[in-house]
Nanobody, 119 residues
Framework: QVRLEESGGGLVQAGGSLRLSCAAS????????MGWFRRAPGKEREFVAA?????MYADSVKGRFTISRDNAKTTAYLQMNTVVPEDTALYYC???????????????WGQGTQVTVSS
């Protein structure tokens, strides 16, 4: 059974930092692409960042967020720096066979972790 479990969310002040983690287990294969998406209140889910052999970022987080993964490729991280209130959202981890910004390319999803940025 595939499981993606996010952690690390919480309340942070604007300008602060937070690191999200996504622990993956049961993936049928190796070297999956892993991505982060978010859904803010009243908005559509949007792409944040993804990693496989390379990385890709949404323009809104480029230069502030960094995605990485451990050597075993079972845990992905999202280092969030210089956060702003607009980063407030439920952050989801996803795994798929190719790196992409489209949610439909990801087969497996976590339940999400809430990030709230206070001004």
């Amino acid at each position: 059974q595939v499981r993606l479990e996010e952690s690390g969310g919480g309340l942070v002040q604007a300008g602060g930092s937070l690191r999200l983690s996504c622990a993956a287990s049961g993936l049928p294969g190796s070297n999956y692409a892993m991505g982060w998406f978010r859904r803010a209140p009243g908005k559509e889910r949007e792409f944040v960042a993804a990693i496989r052999w390379t990385t890709m970022y949404a323009d809104s987080v480029k230069g502030r967020f960094t995605i990485s993964r451990d050597n075993a490729k079972t845990t992905a991280y999202l280092q969030m720096n210089t956060v702003v209130p607009e980063d407030t959202a439920l952050y989801y981890c996803a795994a798929g066979e190719r790196i992409a910004s489209w949610a439909g390319d990801y087969n497996y999803w976590g339940q999400g972790t809430q990030v709230t940025v206070s001004s």
